[in-house]
T-cell receptor, first 114, second 114 residues
C-alpha cells in the first residue's frame, strides 16, 4: 500500500519570499501524485497533479511541483508567496495499479507574514 | 454548475443519535467518496462509490453506512453517533477513480457529537 509523508506541520514565510513544501511518498512503482489546497472553512481544491511525462508540473495560482523518483519526493514550490496563499496544503498519492484510491498526507499549514 | 454540495454545514448531535449527511453533485461523475478530516490526521477515506448501486469501504468505515441509488447523490449515515465521530466531513466526486483524476470537494460538514 502507498503512503505519503508531509514532514512539516507548519511553515511560516514572509510575503514575497519563495516557498517549498515537502512531500515524500512510499510506493514501489511510479505513483499518481497530487497537491491540494484548503483555504480556511473551505473544501479542497486541486493545485496540480503528476501521472507521467515531464517531471516538472505546473499548476494553478503560480505553483509548480517536481517529481523526483530517486528521492521519492514531490515537493511543491512557488517563487513568490502572496498573503492569499495562507492555507492548508495536502499532498496525495495513489497507486498506478490497483484501486486508484488516493492516500492523503497530514497536511502542511502555511502562514504568510506581511 | 453547483459542483458538489453538502448539507448541513454544521450539526451537533448527542451520543446515540442518528443522522444523515447529504452530498450531491451535478457533474455526472461516477466516483464519489466520503472523507473525514481530523486535526493532524489529514483526510481519511470512509466509504466510496464507483457508480450507482456500488459502494465499498475505505480506511475508516466503522460506524458509517452509505448507499448510492442515483449518480447524483451519496448520503452518509451515522447510525449511532459517538464522540469519536466529531470531525469535519468532506464529500468528493470525480469522473475517474479519485487517484487518477481531479477530485472535486464539497465545502464540508462540521459535526460535533456530545
Amino acid at each position: 500500500a502507498q503512503s505519503v509523508t508531509q514532514p512539516d506541520i507548519h511553515i511560516t514565510v514572509s510575503e514575497g519570499a519563495s516557498l517549498e513544501l515537502r512531500c515524500n511518498y512510499s510506493y514501489g512503482a511510479t505513483p499518481y501524485l497530487f497537491w491540494y489546497v484548503q483555504s480556511p472553512g473551505q473544501g479542497l481544491q486541486l493545485l496540480l497533479k503528476y501521472f507521467s511525462g515531464d517531471t516538472l508540473v505546473q499548476g494553478i495560482k503560480g505553483f509548480e511541483a517536481e517529481f523526483k523518483r530517486s528521492q521519492s519526493s514531490f515537493n511543491l514550490r512557488k517563487p513568490s508567496v502572496h498573503w492569499s496563499d495562507a492555507a492548508e496544503y495536502f499532498c496525495a498519492v495513489a497507486a498506478s495499479g490497483g484501486s486508484y484510491i488516493p492516500t492523503f498526507g497530514r497536511g502542511t499549514s502555511l502562514i504568510v507574514h506581511p | 454548475n453547483a459542483g458538489v454540495t453538502q448539507t448541513p454545514k454544521f450539526q451537533v448531535l448527542k451520543t446515540g443519535q442518528s443522522m444523515t449527511l447529504q452530498c450531491a453533485q451535478d457533474m455526472n461523475h461516477e466516483y464519489m467518496s466520503w472523507y473525514r478530516q481530523d486535526p493532524g490526521m489529514g483526510l481519511r477515506l470512509i466509504h466510496y462509490s464507483v457508480g450507482a448501486g456500488i459502494t465499498d469501504q475505505g480506511e475508516v468505515p466503522n460506524g458509517y453506512n452509505v448507499s448510492r441509488s442515483t449518480t447524483e447523490d451519496f448520503p452518509l449515515r451515522l447510525l449511532s453517533a459517538a464522540p469519536s465521530q466529531t470531525s469535519v466531513y468532506f464529500c468528493a466526486s470525480s469522473q475517474l477513480p479519485g487517484g487518477t483524476d481531479t477530485q472535486y470537494f464539497g465545502p464540508g460538514t462540521r459535526l460535533t457529537v456530545l
